[in-house]
Nanobody
């Protein structure tokens, strides 16, 4: 079984910083893209940032220059460093990984349970 688990959410004041982490585990042969989506109350889930196995990154326009995504392939982890946080960044943040499952070679998209980030004074 393959899973990803997020950590690091919480309450932060506007302008503050927060770091989210996500670790993949299980029967994994390799991981292609990893990244983060978020879902604010009453809104659809949307892309925050992604990173390929080679380190290429993509960001939503709303977070460019404020958020940084990074990964450690050996540890099967991805992080999201968030700074200059705004109230509109308040959302549940979900980690995902595109995994190649060991033994079967099957491609699998795995999502975490989400971690809540609240930006408020």
């Amino acid at each position: 079984q393959v899973q990803v688990v997020e950590s690091g959410g919480g309450l932060v004041q506007p302008g503050g910083s927060l770091r989210l982490s996500c670790a993949a585990s299980g029967s994994i042969f390799s991981i292609n893209a990893m990244g983060w989506y978020r879902q604010a109350p009453g809104k659809q889930r949307g892309l925050v940032a992604t990173i390929s196995s080679g380190g290429s990154t993509t960001y939503a326009d709303s977070v460019k220059g404020r958020f940084t995504i990074a990964r450690d392939n050996a540890k099967k982890t991805v992080t999201l460093q968030m700074s200059g946080l705004k109230p509109e960044d308040t959302a549940v943040y979900y980690c995902y990984a595109h995994v190649v499952v060991a033994a079967s070679g099957r491609y699998l998209e795995v999502w975490g349970q989400g971690t809540l980030v609240t930006v408020s004074s």
